[in-house]
């Protein structure tokens, strides 16, 4: 999965996301390396219970995002969030992509890995 241009409302859109993305002048990238977050759900019943599940599924995605780093790159992690969601992907740090899916039934957020790729660096260095 790649974050691409065409998912954003407009192009000033996605150059506000590369420019915070990119400190380095080659703002000609149209695309980065992410993984998606496709389904991922909790049972009502442990979901009552707040046992942390979800939260330990997503951090399960961020350290093999992190791990697979070694082999290939990945700078996003990416969901398409349904509304009663929001809060939780906020609380672990995602984004919203744009504002263009504002008041729709799901959001496309991301979660930059790259603060957390250079935590890991500099705590094994």
Do not use: W
Request: glycine letters at 4%; proline letters at 2%.
């Amino acid at each position: 999965m790649a974050v691409q241009e065409k998912d954003f409302a407009s192009k000033g859109a996605f150059k506000r996301l590369l420019k915070e993305m990119l400190s380095h002048p080659k703002r000609h990238l149209r695309q980065f390396p992410a993984i998606k977050i496709g389904r991922l759900a909790v049972c009502e019943s442990t979901k009552k219970e707040r046992k942390g599940i979800g939260r330990a599924l997503v951090n399960f995605v961020i350290d093999l995002a992190l791990e697979q780093n070694n082999n290939c790159a990945c700078q996003l992690i990416t969901v398409d969030a349904y509304s009663q969601s929001l809060d939780f992907y906020t609380k672990l740090g995602f984004k919203f992509l744009t504002d263009s899916d504002e008041g729709d039934d799901t959001r496309q957020m991301y979660l930059d890995l790259r603060p957390l790729m250079n935590t890991a660096y500099d705590i094994s260095a």
